[in-house]
Nanobody
């Protein structure tokens, strides 16, 4: 069982930056694919960024070039650096994990079944 805890959310003005972290409870973290998702009020949850076990990354078009996903296996921590934030980035951001062997290109597809989720951290851009 993997427990995920997000942190780093907050309020920022448009054009600003925030860095999110997600700490996993298990040492098997290195075998997990990881991802960031977000859900705004009244909207469906959408994939933001994902990283596979080889370190290959994949991003939603809406954040490409502005957000960077990374992970530190030694610290069991996943990161999301968010730059040039826009009001439309306002949402609850969730970290997800699943033991997997697939390439990052598959991880943001609705068909990929993420087994573990954090409780989320709020990001507000005004």
């Amino acid at each position: 069982h993997v427990q995920l805890v997000e942190s780093g959310g907050g309020s920022v003005q448009a054009g600003g930056s925030l860095s999110l972290s997600c700490t996993a409870s298990t040492s098997t973290y290195s075998g997990n694919c990881m991802g960031w998702f977000r859900q705004a009020p009244g909207k469906e949850r959408e994939g933001v960024a994902a990283i596979d076990t080889a370190g290959t990354t994949n991003y939603a078009e809406s954040v490409e070039g502005r957000f960077t996903i990374s992970k530190d296996n030694a610290k069991n921590t996943l990161y999301l650096q968010m730059n040039s934030l826009r009001p439309e980035d306002t949402a609850m951001y969730y970290c997800a994990a699943e033991f997997c062997l697939v390439h990052a290109r598959w991880l943001l597809l609705p068909s990929f079944d993420w087994g573990y989720w954090g409780r989320g951290t709020q990001v507000t851009v005004s």
